[in-house]
């Protein structure tokens, strides 16, 4: 079966840290470049990180810039995604996805993105 499943969700406290993970099954993940995307409640997605199939290219939206990490390891056929100084407003679904397209702010819109798997909820609350 072809899919792509994230892990790695949960409740923490602000401050704390959490680390996804994005993994594929029935395909090679490294031939593909991977964009993170979130959904809080009552909100449009929002792509939030990117990562190019050799991991040579990241890109990061301004809200997780400095506090959220991508990385990948194509042997592993996965995707992680470290974050950091977590706040209350991160609290959302967090999905990852295929990229259709090439790195660069393009990489966060959900019209460039392709297969998506079924989400993680992230919850960041005292």
């Known amino acids: 079966q072809v899919q792509l499943v994230e892990s790695g969700g949960g409740l923490v406290q602000p401050g704390g840290s959490l680390r996804l993970s994005c993994a594929a099954s029935?395909?090679?993940?490294?031939?593909?470049?991977i964009v993170w995307f979130r959904q809080a409640p009552g909100k449009e997605r929002e792509g939030i990180s990117c990562i190019s199939s050799s991991a040579d290219s990241t890109y990061y939206a301004d809200s997780v810039k400095g506090r959220f990490t991508i990385s990948r390891d194509n042997a592993k056929n996965t995707v992680d995604l470290q974050m950091n100084s977590l706040k209350p407003e991160d609290t959302a679904v967090y999905y990852c996805?295929?990229?259709?397209?090439?790195?660069?702010?393009?990489?966060?819109?959900?019209?460039?993105?392709?297969?998506w798997g079924q989400g993680t909820q992230v919850t960041v609350s005292s």
């Open positions: 996805a295929t990229l259709l397209t090439g790195m660069g702010r393009r990489c966060l819109a959900v019209e460039n993105s392709g297969r």
């Open positions: 029935g395909f090679t993940l490294g031939y593909y470049a």
